[in-house]
């Protein structure tokens, strides 16, 4: 492999370059919506999420609640976080609630240090408890 071919090479820095999409995926369930988001949260993932978003709300009168599954997030900067607010506004007019599903520390950690984690509420999956029994009858 030529490593002449790589963007950083050739003397584009890291912002020069544009930020890739993630995969986003949309699952709706009565007046909730769920988007799953994957990869990395950055400047790339504004055009599909607020696309979405705004699909969402032109197509759905009676959407209440858009849940942002974060969990395959891997990656957050500041434009990741507009992005994140932008949803959240873009609901408010409609009230339209935006929730954080089971955030990773790549997501919560920068949120709580910019001051961006109040914003949003957060609903956690609940543990998978082991249901087996050992022998003594306690939990496995």
Do not use: H, I
């Amino acid at each position: 492999m030529d490593d002449t071919s790589d963007p950083r090479a050739q003397g584009e820095t890291d912002q020069q370059r544009a930020d890739p999409e993630p995969e986003v995926t949309t699952d709706l369930d009565g007046d909730v919506a769920t988007l799953t988001v994957g990869g990395e949260l950055t400047d790339g993932a504004r055009r599909p999420l607020v696309r979405t978003m705004t699909d969402l709300m032109l197509g759905r009168s009676d959407l209440r609640r858009v849940r942002l599954d974060v969990r395959a997030v891997t990656y957050l900067n500041s434009a990741g976080m507009a992005v994140l607010v932008q949803l959240q506004k873009l609901g408010q007019p409609r009230g339209v609630e935006v929730v954080l599903v089971a955030p990773p520390a790549a997501v919560a950690r920068p949120l709580q240090l910019s001051g961006l984690w109040l914003r949003f509420p957060v609903e956690e999956f609940p543990a998978v408890e082991d249901d087996r029994v050992d022998r003594e009858g306690g939990p496995g």
